[in-house]
């Protein structure tokens, strides 16, 4: 049974920092790019940002550049989210998810093309 399980999410101040947290088990995760997501009350789910199976190569949303980066330690089958500079509008559930892509190196954005999903962390922050 696979399971993906987010953490340290909370409460912080407008350009403050997070560093989320996603566990992953039931899955070889080395074989899959990680992907994280938001939603935000009444929006879709957003695409925050992703990285390939080997940590070698990421990408991320328009509205995140700059401020957030993904990492991972497949020797944990952990990947992070670490926030920087944060917004009132970064405010959201942010949910961890797994692509499994074959032999495929492409990463990718759409919500639709990943398999797993943790059950989210929440994140808010405060003007």
């Known amino acids: 049974q696979v399971q993906l399980v987010e953490s340290g999410g909370g409460l912080v101040q407008a350009g403050g920092s997070l560093r989320l947290s996603c566990a992953a088990s039931?899955?070889?995760?080395?074989?899959?790019?990680m992907g994280w997501f938001r939603q935000a009350p009444g929006k879709e789910r957003e695409f925050v940002g992703a990285i390939s199976r080997s940590g070698g190569d990421t990408t991320y949303g328009d509205s995140v550049k700059g401020r957030f980066t993904i990492s991972r330690v497949n020797a944990n089958n952990t990947v992070y989210l670490q926030m920087n500079n944060l917004k009132p509008e970064d405010t959201a559930v942010y949910y961890c998810a797994a692509d499994w892509t074959g032999y495929s190196t492409i990463i990718r954005v759409g919500r639709r093309d990943y398999d797993y999903w943790g059950q989210g962390t929440q994140v808010t922050v405060s003007s």
């Open positions: 039931g899955l070889t995760f080395i074989t899959y790019v």
